[in-house]
């Protein structure tokens, strides 16, 4: 995938009001990091304002919700994570795994909203912003940044996917405005374990006031975000004018 700098800079373009500001890819020369402390370092630095599109693949891609009548569910708006205020929560005692390297994510199940798809991996485009799925056979599947935390890593794992599409109607994220606290979302990992995270709340943000430390804020136990567009739709400039997440932590790891 495309390189980004090589290292976080503070005179970043400010970002665009319809996108996202996501976490940057960290420098191509740098080696693999040793340990998952090591990652969330590099992971902790490299948060700088970025921007990714989810729930359009071009002007082509008109919003579902408005040419069908039909809404997504809505979270509430700028509703903050627990685990984000306050004194910071110690690590679940049910998570034995919390802490240490995690193999990457391959298919994520969120049974409340019927959400079962293959987890793909997305990176950085050349102007640095996250790569989404793209229209084709991977579009409506959920996509890991590969340059978080993996799934059951300390530090907040991000997972993306589309709300939906004009060709295809609601994509796999149409429904994550749904959950609510304490619903389960089951990912399943390349060494055949499965991490399983507890929602601890769900939020709508403006995309032109999106809270970064928020959603991408260093964390003392493994967490996940869940990421997708929401809110009303501009028909002006196809878009969404608002971002759903989801914040999720691990509860426990099973084979």
Same mark, same amino acid.
């Given at each position: 995938m495309p390189t980004a700098p090589s290292e976080p800079t503070n005179d970043s373009e400010p970002t665009a009001p319809s996108k996202l500001p996501a +976490?940057? *890819?960290?420098? %191509?020369? *740098? @080696? /693999? +990091? /040793?340990?998952?402390?090591k990652r969330r370092r590099r992971w902790r630095m490299s948060v700088v304002a970025l921007i990714v599109v989810l729930g359009l693949a071009g002007t082509a891609m008109l919003g579902y919700a408005l040419t069908h009548q039909q809404d997504a569910p809505s979270a509430?708006?700028?509703?903050?994570? %627990?685990?984000?205020?306050?004194? %910071?929560?110690a690590p679940p005692a049910s998570a034995p795994s919390a802490g240490q390297d995690a193999a990457s +994510?391959?298919?994520?199940?969120?049974?409340?909203?019927?959400?079962?798809? +293959?987890?793909?991996?997305v990176g950085l485009n050349p102007d640095r912003t996250m790569e989404v799925p793209q229209p084709g056979p991977r579009y409506d599947q959920a996509a890991w940044y590969r340059y978080s935390p993996k799934p059951g890593e300390v530090g907040p794992a991000v997972i993306?996917?589309?709300? $939906?599409?004009?060709?295809?109607? @609601?994509?796999?994220?149409f429904k994550l405005g749904q959950l609510r606290p304490g619903q389960r979302i089951d990912v399943s990992r390349a060494d055949n374990t499965t991490?399983?995270? *507890?929602? $601890?709340?769900v939020a709508s943000y403006p995309k032109e006031s999106f809270p970064i430390k928020t959603v991408y804020g260093d964390t003392v136990r493994p967490e996940l975000r869940l990421i997708t567009c929401g809110g009303a739709f501009d028909d002006t400039n196809r878009e969404y004018l608002d971002n759903t997440v989801v914040f999720a932590h691990l509860a426990a790891t099973t084979p």
């Open positions: +976490p940057s *890819e960290p420098a %191509p020369a *740098e @080696p /693999a +990091p /040793a340990n998952t402390a509430q708006a700028g509703n903050v994570a %627990p685990s984000q205020t306050g004194q %910071p929560p +994510p391959t298919s994520i199940r969120i049974p409340t909203i019927n959400v079962s798809s +293959p987890i793909n991996q993306i996917g589309h709300i $939906d599409s004009a060709a295809n109607g @609601p994509s796999v994220f991490a399983t995270f *507890e929602v $601890d709340s």
